[in-house]
C-alpha cells in the first residue's frame, strides 16, 4: 500500500447517523439574502411550514419551533411539562435516555432511570412493575426515546403506549424522535404519543439549528398547571402567536427556515410512507451486508434482533482497535466519513474505538448505499480484517428484491 | 403616477436594523455539506472562533455561544446569574429593556423597572436614587441595554459603571449588545461590563441562529452560587467544554460555524476600530440628511441629541399613516424595504404607522446609504410629503468630509 | 479627509455597462450538479428557452445559441451570411462597429466603414448616398449596432430599415443588440431586422459566457448560398438540431442554460414592455442628475441628444484625469464601481482617463440608481470637482414622476 | 418488485463520461456577482491560470483559452494551422475522430481518414505507410484523439510521435486531449505534441463552457503562414494579449475562470502525478469488477486489451436492449445515471441500446466507484441478468492493493 497514493479527492459522503447529507435544494433555498421579518414572505411561509411538520410527525396537533438543537429540544419538552420535584420515568436503551434525564435534572425534576443498557431494548415488565408500584401517579410523564443513535436500537413506542393504557398510568408519553422522524414509521397521534421532540439535522435534512416540539391537549393541559415556564422556552406563543415573532420568541431563524421549506416540499413530493420505505429498503441491504460479514471475523451488529433496529443508523462492533482504524481508513483512502462509536466506552475500551456506526437517513439512496458498503468492503480487504464473503452481493440482491 | 409600472426589480435592499445584509462570502461558505461533527476540520473551526469572538467584544474573558436568537441569549445570561427571586434593576430606554425585564420573570426573578420613555437615554439621577436605597444590595444585576434598536437611543453604559463603582454597588453590570456589536464602539473589559449579551444576525453579519453570552470571573462567580443552571443555558461547559458537543450543549450549528468564521474574517481584515468608524460616518451622513429633511415637513429625529444616538440604527417619527405609506412606497416602487416602527404604537396610532426605521449595521457602505437615502427623497418626492431641501448632498458632503 | 478610513466595506455595486448584476435566482439556478447531456431535464428546459428568447427579441424566427462571448457571435452572424470577398456597410457610431467591421476582415469579407464618430448618432443622407452608389447591390448587408457601449449612442434601427426599403436595396439588416436586448426597445421582426446579435451578460443577466444570434428566412437564404459555413458557426443545426447536441455544436453550457431559464422567467414575469419602460425611467433619472451636475464645472453627457441615448448606458466627459480619478474614489471609499470610458482616447488623454461610463441594464432598480448617483455625488465634493446644485433631488423628482 | 418504490431520492451520482462532477469549491466559486472586467482582481486572476493550466498540459509553450466547447476547441486549433485546401492525416479509433475531421471540411481543408473502428487502437503500420507515400508532405497535420469518450480506447501518442520522427514527416502532431487531461498521464513537451485540444468540463472539473488550446512554437509558425485566421479564432492575441479583452477575444467568461481557479487549486494540490495514480487505480477497480461480471452472461468490454484503455471512462457491451433497461434501471431506482451508448449504432441496434459507458474522470474517488459499481451489480440481479459472481469484491481489492 503505497502511502503517498490516496483515492480520497472526489465527493466526501458522510455517512455518520447525523448531522445527515444535506440535499442540494436545501442549500440552495438557505443562499438569499436575509427577508423582512415583520412582513412578506417570510410571514406566509413560516405558516406553511406547520401543517406540513404536523404530517411529518402525523399529528393534528401542535408544533413548536426552536431555534436550538435537538437537546434544546428536550430541555423545552420538559419546562413546558415537569415542575420542580416532579418524577419521570426514563427507560433507558442506549445512550440518549441517559442525556435527557440529565436535562430533567437540570430543570429540578426527578428522573427514575431504569437502564436497559446499550444492546437491547426496553423490557415491558420491568417498566410496568415500577409503574404499578407508582400508585400516587407520582410519575408525571415517560421518556421514551424511539431511536437512539448510539446504539441504533428502535424501541417500541405504541407498545408502551398500550403498557400506560393498560394500567391507567395518567403520565404523559413523550417521545424522542431526533433519528427517527422522516426515517423510521412515527404515527404521534395514532400511537398516542403526547409530547414529541425532534431535530432538523437528520430525517428532515437541514443543517442542524432547529429543534421541533409538537404536543397534543393532554400536554398543553399540563403546562397550563405550571407554576411557571421560562419564556424562551414557553410553547404556548410560539404555536399559537399573536404576533410573528413570537413564533421563535424573538428574530426568525430566517435561512433555516427557507431549508426546512425546501426540505419538506421534497419529504412530501416523495410520500412519508414512501420516505419509510425506502428507509427500511435500504436498511435490509445494509443488514444483509454487515451480517454477510459478520459470519466470519470480528464484525458484530450492535443489535442482533431486526425488530429492535433502526432503519436509518446501524451500530456495529468490530473490537478495539480495528474499529477506529477502519473509519479512519474509510475517510482517508475513500472519501467516506463513518460514525464513531458513540456511548460504549469499557475499561478496555474507554473511546469506544471497538465500534462503528453507519448513517443512513434522509437524502440516501441506492447508489450512496452501495458505496458506504463498497468503502467498508475496500477496508476489511486493505487491513486484512477477516470476514464474511458475499456481503455486497447480498447487499444488492436485498435492495433489488425490494 | 402610473400604477402599472415598477422599478422594484432589481436588487433588492434590505435596510431594517435587523437582520442586516448578509456578504456574499458569509452566504458561500455556508453552502457546504454538513462536516463530521466529532473529529476535523469543525472542531478546530470552532475553536478558532473564540479568540476572534472575544476581541469583537474587547474582552479576555469568557464566550458561551448558543444556538437562539437574542432573546435566547437574554435568557441564557438570566439563567447563569439570576435565582428565583432575586432582583434586577432594569433602566428602560426604549422598547427592549422591557423584554428582557420580562425574560426576568420567566425565571422567577424580580425586575425593577425604571422607564425613560422612548426618546431618551438613562437619567442617572433616578437610577442612583434606586440605587442607594438598595442598601442590603437585593439588585443583583443592572440590565443595560447598550443600543435600543427600536428608539436608536444608545445608552452610556461607561457611565452606568461608574455610577455602580461611586456607589459601591456590587450588582452585576449586563450589557445587551444585540444590536451594537461591530457597529458602535463597546469595550466590554474597559469598560468594567460583567456579562455582554450579543446575536449574529446584525452587527455580526450571519443569518439569525446564534446568540452569544460573555462572561467575567464575577459573573462565573455568581453563575456558581447558583442553586441550579438548566443545561441547556449552563454557560460553564460551553465556555469550558471537556469535549466538543458541549460548546453548544448537543449538535454543533455547522453551517453558522461557517458563516460565522468567514464574518469574523472579514472583521478582523478591516479591523474593529475601522468599523466603529465606519459606521459613525455613515451614521452622521445618515442625519444630516434626516435633520435636513426634518427642517420642512412632517419628519422628525426620534433622538434629538446625536450623542444619544446609535450609529447602526436610526428611528424616524413622521405622523401616521405616513410612516407607512413611505416605507410601502420604497418596497414596492424602489426595491429598498425600511424598518416600521417598533414599540411607539399609541391610541391614535396603534400600528406605529408613524413611524420608520433605517437600518445601517454590518455590511453596509457608502454607496448603500446613498440608495437607502436616495430612495426616501425618491419617496418623499412622489408622495408629496413636505420636506427640507439639500438632504442628499448634505449626506453626500458629510461622507465626503469624513 | 483621513487616508486610513474607507466606506468600501459592504456590498459592492459593479455599475459598469456589462457584465451587469447577476440576480440571486440566476445564481442560485447556477448552484448545482452538472445534468445529464444526453436525456432528462436538460433537453426539456433548452427547449423551453428558444420560445423565450425570441419573445426578448421580438421575432417568430429562428435562434442559435453559441457558447461564446458577443464578439463570437458578432463572429457567427457573419460567418453564416458574409462570403469571402462579399461587401458589408458599417455605419460606425462609436467604437464597437470597428469591432465588428475588423470580425468581417478576419473572415476574409470586405467592410465599408463610414465614421459618425463618438458623439452622435447615424447621418441618414451618407448612409443612403453610398447605398445608392452601390448599383450592383455588392452590399450583401449593413452592420447596425443598436447601442454601442462605449458611447452611449443609441441609433435608429427602424429609420436604417425605411432607407433600405425606400432604396429598395437588398443588403441584409443586421443589429448589433448586445448593449441594448431586454433594456432599450427593439422589435426585430416589425423593425424588419434580419439578424440579430445578442449576448447574456447585459440586459439578459446571465453571467458571460452565451451569444446569440437571431435569423429570419431571408439571412437563411443568403447563408444557403454560402459556398461553405465552418461546423462551430453554422447556425442551421443549431436552430434546427436533430439530435440534441447540434443546439450547442457539441457539449451543452450546462449551468449557463440553468442560468438563463431563471433570467428568462425573470423577464417574462415582469415583461418586456415593462422591462423598458423601467429602464427609460431609471435613465430619465440618470440624466437629469447628470445634466445638473453639468450646468457647472467640467461634467459633460457624452451624447447631447436625448432620443440619441441609450437607456441602458450613459457616457460621460469631464477631463483628464478627472475621470479616473472619480472612479477610483467611488471604488475604493463608497463600494461603487463604475466603468472606464472606452475609445474616447486622444493625443493628450491617451487612456480615456477625461471619461467614465454608468451602466443601468437589466436587474437594476431605483435604489441602485440612487446609490449610484448618491456616490457619484460624494466623490465630486470630496474631490472638489466644480457641479451644478440639485442633482440628486432632481434625479429623485424623474422617479417620482413617472 | 414494487412499481411505486423507488430508491432513487438521495444525491444523484451522475457517472457519465463527461461533464463530470463538480467539485464544491467549483460551485461555490462561481455563485458570486460579476467582477469588473477591466481592472481588478479578474485580471490577476486570469494571468495566474495560464502557467497553471500549462502545468496540468505538462507544456512551456502557449496556450489559448475560448469560451466555448471542445468542438469549438477543436475548429480553434485547426482555424490556426490548416488553410483551404490543406490535407491533415486522421487516424480514427472511436468516434470522436471522425467529428474533428468534420470540423476540416468545414474550414474547407481535406481530411484523410483512416478508419480502425470502434474497439481497437491504431495500426501504426497503415498509418506508415500514408505517411511514406505523401512524399510532398501534403498532410500538415496529423488530427490523434487520445482517449476517445465513446469508445474508451486510449491511443498511444508518444509512439506516433516517433513514427513521424522516423519518417521524417513535418506533418504537425495535434492531440485531443478533451477526455483525458487531468485523467490519464499526458505530457505534451516531453511527447513531441505540437498542438494539444482540451475542455474544462471532465478532468478540469468545471461546468462546460471553456475550451482550450496549447501550442508550441512549431504550431505558431505555421499560423504566422496562414493567409487569415478569423478573430474570434486567432490563438495569437489570447495567448500573448496586449490587453486584457483579448485573452477572451471579447468580454471574459468571468464566473468560469473562477471556477477553473479553484480546480486548478484543488489539482496543484492533489499534484497532476498523484492524479493519474488515483485515476489508475479507480480504472483497475472498475476493470476487476467488470471483467469479473463478463466471466458470464452477455456484458463485455468494449476494448479487449488493457493497455488499450483510457482511465477516465469504461465503454461496455451488452446487447441491445439490455443496455438501455439496465441505465434505466439505475437511474429510476438507485439514482445512479450511467452513460449511453455512443457511436456504435448498427442496423440491428440502431440507438446503441446495447451499450452503456461509466465515467470516471476528475472529482471521483473509492466510496462513488463502489457506488457506481454497486448500482450496476443491484441491477444485475433486479433485472436477472446472467453475470460473474464475485466483482464488487474483485474491485475492492484491486483498491484496496494500490
Redesign the interface.
Known sequence: ??S???????????A?P???????AV??A??????????GELIKLTVSLLPDLRRVARTKHNVAIY??????AW?AAL?NTIAEGETVLVPASGLFSHGWA??V????GNPHLIDFGRRDSWDFDRIASVLQADRNHRIKAVLAVHVDTSSSIRNNIPALRKLLDDLEHPALLMADCIASLGCDRFEMDDWGVDVTVA?C?KGLMV???LGFVFFNDKAAAKRAQMP?????W?WSPRANPEVFYQF?????????LFGLRAALD?IHD?GIE??W??HA??ARAIWAACETWAQEGPLEMNVANRDMRSNAVTSLRIGAPIGTTLRNY?QT?????L??GLGMATEDDPNSDGFFRLGHMG?????????????I??????LDIPHG??A??A???A????
Open positions: 500500500m503505497s503517498n497514493l490516496s483515492l480520497a479527492q472526489g465527493r466526501e459522503y458522510l455518520i447525523g448531522p445527515s447529507v444535506i440535499p442540494d442549500l440552495q438557505m443562499h438569499r439574502p436575509s427577508p423582512n421579518i415583520y412582513a431555534i436550538s438543537n435537538g437537546h434544546g430541555e419546562a440529565q436535562m435534572q437540570g430543570l429540578g431535530a439535522q443543517p442542524a439549528g411557571r415556564v421560562s419564556r424562551y414557553d421563535f420568541g424573538g428574530t426568525a431563524p430566517t435561512h433555516h421534497m416523495e414512501k420516505i420505505a425506502r429498503t435500504l474509510c483512502h475513500l472519501g467516506l466519513t460514525g464513531i437524502h440516501v439512496n441506492g447508489q450512496m448505499v452501495m458505496g458506504m458498503l463498497g468503502g468492503e475496500t477496508a476489511l480487504s486493505a464473503a458475499g455486497l452481493e447487499a444488492a440482491r435492495m433489488a428484491e425490494r
